[in-house]
C-alpha cells in the first residue's frame, strides 16, 4: 500500500468518526427534547379539559346558556348598574354597543362600557351584593379601586373601576353554551335597557379593518409639499367654516351626540430643521340616518367650491359597517368623511399637515370659532 492510500484511508477514518459523533449528539438532544415534551404533555394531561382561563368551574356544555344568561341573568345586572347609577351626572356609554361572539366552542357575551358619576365603594358593593348574589356570583375584588363580582360556576364577571371623578361598569359571560332557542346565538335578545344611546368613537373608524374587500382609504396628505400647501390658519379662516355648514346641513335640528374628545390641532416637524407642520382634528359629530344620494348632493354643493373632490364612495356589504364618503383636497390635503349606517350618520374632517404663515402667536391653539364644536348633550 503506497503512503497516498494509507494518508487517505485515515481522513476516511477520521471522517467516519466524526459523522458518528455528530449523529450521537445530534440524537442526544433530539431525545432530551423528546423527554421533555413527553414530561410536560404528562404533568399537562390531567388539565387539558379544564375550562378556559376565567371560564367557569363547571364544564361548557352544563353552564347557563347564553339565551338563558340575556333572559333571566342579565336583566338583573342591568338593574343593579341602574341603581348605582340613578341620578348620575354625565351617564354615558364609552364604547361600541354590546355584542356576542365566538369564543372557544361557545359564546361570549361582552357588553358596552359605561361612564358615570364615582360612588361610595361601599355602597356600590352593596347593591352588586342584592342583585348578584341570588344569580350565584361573589365578590372576588373589593378596594378603592375596583370592584368585581364572578359566576364561579359559569363564568363570567361583573367589573367596576373607581376613579376620582367617574366610575365604568361592564360585564361579560365568557364561553357559554347555546340551547338552541334562537336561530343565530349571534344575535342578541332584544333589551332596551342593555345599552346607552350615545358612543361616539373619538377617531375615524378604518373601514379596512371592518370590510378587507374596501378599497384603500384615501391619506390626508395632498399633492403638494407641505410648505406649499395652503396654511392651516387660512384652513381654519375660510375653509372650515364651509366644511361646518356642511356638518350643520347633516344634522339639522334632529339629536346628536358628539365624541368626549373635541377639535385640537397638532403639530409634527423637525426640531433640527425648524420646519413644523400643523393638522386639525375635528370633533365627531353623529345623528340619525341619512340618505346617502342627498348627503352626496349637500357635499358637492358645500365642498366642491373649497376645493374637495369626492374621492371615495363605497357601500360595504359587511353588517354595520356602512357606506363611506369622502371628499379631498387633493393640492392642498384634508379629508371630510361621512359614515351612513342604518341607524345612524357620522360627520368628521382633518386639515392634513398645514404650514403656518405666521399670523396668529401659536398655531398650536386653535382660531375661536364658536361654531366649531357642537355641545354635548351628555355633558
Known amino acids: 500500500m503506497s503512503d497516498s492510500q494509507s494518508t487517505r484511508g485515515m481522513q476516511r477514518g477520521r471522517v467516519k468518526r466524526y459523522l458518528r459523533y ?18 410536560i404533555g404528562i404533568i399537562s394531561f390531567p388539565y387539558i379539559n379544564d375550562p378556559p382561563r376565567e371560564g367557569g368551574d363547571l364544564p361548557l356544555e352544563k353552564r347557563v346558556s347564553i339565551e338563558v344568561f340575556q333572559r ?47 360612588q361610595s365603594p361601599d355602597r356600590v358593593e352593596e347593591i352588586l351584593g342584592r342583585y348578584l348574589e341570588p344569580l350565584g356570583y361573589v365578590s372576588i375584588v373589593h378596594d378603592q379601586e375596583s370592584l368585581v363580582w364572578r359566576d364561579e360556576k359559569n363564568g363570567g364577571r361583573v367589573e367596576i373601576l373607581i376613579r376620582d371623578q367617574s366610575m365604568t361598569f361592564q360585564y361579560d359571560t365568557q364561553g ?16 332596551d335597557s342593555r345599552d346607552i ?12 379593518v371592518f370590510d378587507r374587500d374596501a378599497p384603500f ?26 366644511i361646518l355648514s356642511f356638518r350643520d346641513e347633516i344634522v339639522g335640528d334632529s339629536p346628536y351626540y358628539v365624541a368626549p374628545s373635541p377639535s385640537e390641532i397638532t403639530r409634527w416637524g423637525s426640531s433640527l430643521t425648524s420646519e413644523y407642520w400643523f393638522e386639525i382634528e375635528s370633533q365627531r359629530v353623529q345623528c340619525g340616518p341619512r340618505d346617502v344620494g342627498r348627503v352626496i348632493e349637500m357635499g358637492n354643493a358645500h365642498l366642491n367650491p373649497l376645493g374637495y373632490e369626492l374621492v371615495y364612495d363605497y357601500a ?13 383636497d387633493e393640492k392642498n390635503g384634508g379629508i371630510v368623511t361621512v359614515i ?14 398645514r404650514p403656518s404663515d405666521g399670523s396668529v402667536p401659536d398655531p398650536t391653539v ?14
Open 72 to 118: 333571566d341573568v342579565e336583566p338583573r345586572i342591568l338593574s343593579a348598574r341602574n341603581e348605582i347609577f340613578s341620578g348620575s351626572q354625565s351617564f354615558r356609554p364609552e364604547t361600541e354597543k354590546s355584542e356576542i361572539s365566538r369564543l372557544y366552542d361557545g359564546w361570549e357575551l361582552s357588553s358596552q362600557r359605561v361612564r358615570g358619576g364615582t
Open 340 to 353: 351612513l349606517r342604518q341607524e345612524n350618520t357620522e360627520f368628521s374632517y382633518e386639515s392634513g399637515a
Open 316 to 328: 360595504s356589504s359587511k353588517p354595520g359597517v356602512g357606506h363611506y364618503l369622502a371628499w379631498k
Open 197 to 208: 344611546a350615545g358612543y361616539v368613537s373619538p377617531s375615524l373608524p378604518s373601514i379596512r
Open 176 to 191: 357559554r353554551p347555546s340551547d338552541g332557542s334562537v336561530p343565530d346565538p349571534r344575535v342578541l335578545i332584544p333589551n
Open 217 to 242: 382609504f384615501p391619506e390626508t396628505d395632498g399633492s403638494e409639499l407641505e410648505k406649499e400647501r395652503q396654511s392651516v390658519e387660512v384652513f381654519e379662516r375660510e375653509v372650515e367654516p364651509g
Open 366 to 379: 386653535l382660531i375661536p370659532n364658536d361654531h366649531r364644536d357642537l355641545p354635548d348633550p351628555l355633558a
Open 22 to 39: 455528530v449523529l450521537r449528539f445530534v440524537g442526544a438532544v433530539v431525545g432530551f427534547l423528546f423527554a421533555i415534551w413527553v414530561f
